[in-house]
């Protein structure tokens, strides 16, 4: 998996904590979704979309459907980590993030992250809204 | 802190998972609110308040206001632990549970935790109603 | 995703407590992979590997190097689970467990989580024991 | 609770996650470990104490003894938190660490983190080494 040419990457760190480790002296597999979410997150921010506003205004909402992460290399803590993250794809069905892990310049992790739309008050799949088809990548 | 003779009391098992530890080989002190959390639950479930409905169909809820927690031994992966909770305090403005946590006949922790009670609609504390009233302990 | 016809499954039930959810009012993505830990902790206590002593006295850890996860219907609040494990695949590089998790009839999530064998001491990874070769499924 | 004049305060910011909320649209109550934790690592590291070789080198640990919070208002997904830490007390035997938490300059919650100091080879309690004795607030 490779940062494709000319997309938009967003960076975000973030420092390991103490509680991100188990007794393998190493972040646990789960902590990374945590950090992957923020990330998300912060993407669409850089893009002009307020997640929480997107929620609460718009009432829509983006549930993860599907989770794929490939672990190369342990992070254990107080590691500074960078992810750096674009949209891979998206269409009116989902949304798709694609995301590197890296400490400096070791990549760790890489993980694709799918997401739906739905529409928060009749709690039902709907078509991804204008601003989010909006990131797709250009060919 | 002792169980006071003659009040109920719940017991309420847990495996400790991997996730649960740190990197110091024990069980995060974070890890602990989440049992606590769950013992209290069934204690509710056990006394006839199903907590999902009291959210749901009261529009009632029981944040946490206080919590007090001292750490004597640590537990392990894999350890099985017991929680013993009780009603230690009751009033219009406050639910008390107190906890001891066991592993075996070890004690690990003691837990004092506190919490009121919002209407969920109208987002303000409101006074407890008669079901938790009813948990106080006699004497 | 079936289960394939003649493997030995692991049942293991949760409930879900309200620290599992998120303000979505279901269960956060994240969630399911301290599920399905535990899960599997439990098969290999089925079939006679009690993991602390795997690490503790055998030296060996099973770290997870990849994570697929396929989300189909929430799981809320107070919900039981069963998660339905078997070993999908094993050879001397990889060990991959299948879980289903169900909540009665209702199929939530697929998951697909690959492990492999490292030596604590020489922190290295190493070909899978004896003991984990034999939970290949038969064909 | 105060924060005593002249005593060194070390702020650590966090960004309220998804992950860290509940199904009552509030931080649930156990993320404010985490975020305690780490606001306790930044103020030793202001102080010239990295707490990953304190424990790789020194071989000294630091485990939660006592936790005391106390929650005021909720905080909410995406919040800005500024956590304000000082050195309330250390001896011999403890090293308590009081807590602001605020949002703007509303305050959230207060806490009070005891810790004691472990020799991890030994595993056993030791006294806090001069390094931590010189955090003691002047008086």
């Known amino acids: 998996m ?35 979410e923020a ?6 921010r850089e893009h002009g979309l307020d997640y929480r506003s997107f929620e609460l205004d718009q009432r829509l909402a983006l549930p993860v459907v599907e989770v794929r992460l490939r672990y190369k290399l342990p992070a254990r803590f107080d590691d500074l980590l960078e992810l750096k993250t674009w949209v891979a794809a998206v269409n009116r069905a ?21 997401l739906c739309c739905i529409d928060v008050v009749a709690q039902r799949i709907c078509s991804m809204p204008a601003s989010l088809l909006a990131l797709a990548p250009r060919s």
Chains 1, 2, 3, 4 share one sequence.
């Open 94 to 114: 989902k949304l798709r993030f694609d995301t590197l892990i890296f400490r400096g310049d070791e990549l760790l992790n890489h993980a694709e992250i799918s």
């Open 39 to 44: 990330a998300r997150v912060e993407y669409l």
């Open 2 to 36: 490779k940062i494709p040419a000319g997309v938009p990457v967003t960076t975000w760190r973030v420092r390991v904590g103490y509680v991100d480790t188990d007794q393998a002296h190493v972040v646990h597999h789960s902590t990374y979704l945590r950090y992957l």
